[in-house]
């Protein structure tokens, strides 16, 4: 069967360059089975032409809420027929309408009345969506909880100019389509959930670099994109995020507090500001950062020079802090919640026996066990549970779908 029959997407255009790209969702939507009901703003149609998307779809496109020709009330009668509703592109005046809950045009009035999941892919120049006036509208979608965005991405826009703002790519919008409707493919988790609405979550993600010198560091391989998955579907779920990022290229997830560390210390720094020297300020903690073992003990102020026929310099190493470790002996009662990350080589007997351990000196309240060979550098990792009950088995998702595994399981501690 195909992955999307039976289902009705309405489909809504608004006013940016980025328009022409929602033609071709569409046509995937209905390669996959669905029923496509396209809606077109005013400034839409300067873009593309309504006869395009009646042609892709067999629809009449939806223009006007006050088309005499249609009976009863459009957007109410759009809603209700729509398993999702699905905005490509969303410009930046669009979501502050929605934020704010305006209905006054179709396809506010619409969203309104959803009675399912709604999906906006934001189109914008990386300026307009750095903007405060925008980062407080995309944090108070996340907030209500009913639009989740797909993207926006790092990428070239019309202008010329690189940022963040270039819509998702139809694929990857598609993909979000058949997600919502069928719980199947990255990122399970469809629409809000009271379980984290309100929690205070702090997520820590990617390396630390440790200073060798000026120009050199020790740090590894994690690309912060568990971290990244955890904070955003977190977000997506109601909670207000916090996420301590170490250095990734990553875009920041939609809804999502973001502070930027660059070595262990900082970190620790930044987690002791955000919790509070007691904890409470913090609902739940996930460890997913890969936080350096070890520093150089000395930092070299210059570069260390190769010098012909020297010797080899040595770098004498020190102890990073055990940021959790400590957080987990500070801890009185059960909140925060505490989350780590054992991330080993070896059998999974021996990943297991390691998070076992870990689950123990660390005082946390489970930990999250992976192998490095089947999580860094892939976009799909092999996760196990471990906590004071036991261990899961070990079990392969994207790293959205293992980011809402853990969150359901944080979400049952906190019940």
Known sequence: MSSLAGKTI??????????????????????????????????????????????????????????????GEMHVSLAARADVIVIVPATADLLARLAQGRADDLVTATVLCARGPVLAAPAMHPRMWEHPATRKNVAELAAQGRVRLIGPVVGAVASGESGMGRMEEPAGIFEAIVRSCTGTGTGTFTGKSGDLDGKRIVVTAGPTHEAIDPVRYLGNRSSGRMGFAIAGRA?????????????????????????????????????????????????????????????????????????????????????????????????????????????????????????????????????????????????????????????????????????DRILAEIGARLA
């Open 10 to 71: 309405a489909l809504a255009v608004t006013g940016s360059i980025a328009a022409y790209k929602a033609v071709e969702v569409a046509r995937l939507c209905i390669k996959a089975g669905a029923k496509v009901l396209p809606l077109m703003t005013t400034s839409a149609q300067r873009f593309v032409g309504p006869v395009t998307l009646a042609g892709i779809t067999g629809e009449p496109v939806a223009t006007d809420m006050w088309d005499p020709s249609f009976p």
């Open 235 to 403: 977000a997506a779920r109601g909670a207000k995020v916090t996420l301590v990022a170490g250095p990734v290229s990553l875009p920041t997830p939609s809804g999502v507090a973001r502070i930027d560390v660059e070595s262990a210390e900082q970190m620790q720094r930044a987690l002791d500001d955000v919790m509070g020297a007691d904890l409470a300020k913090a609902d739940v903690l996930v460890m997913a950062a890969a936080v350096a073992d070890f520093r150089a003990a000395q930092a070299s102020a210059t570069k260390i020079k190769k010098e012909a026929g020297a010797a080899v310099p040595a770098i004498a190493l020190a102890k990073n802090p055990d940021i959790l470790a400590a957080i987990g002996a500070k801890r009185s009662g059960k909140r925060p919640v505490l989350v780590g990350f054992a991330l080993e080589t070896g059998d999974d007997a021996l990943v297991l026996a390691y998070a076992k351990a870990k689950l123990a000196a660390k005082k946390v309240d489970f930990v999250v066990a992976n192998a490095a060979h089947e999580s860094l550098g892939h976009s799909t990792t092999r996760v196990a549970i471990v906590s004071s009950d036991g261990a899961s088995a070990f079990s392969v998702g994207s790293k959205d779908d293992v980011a």
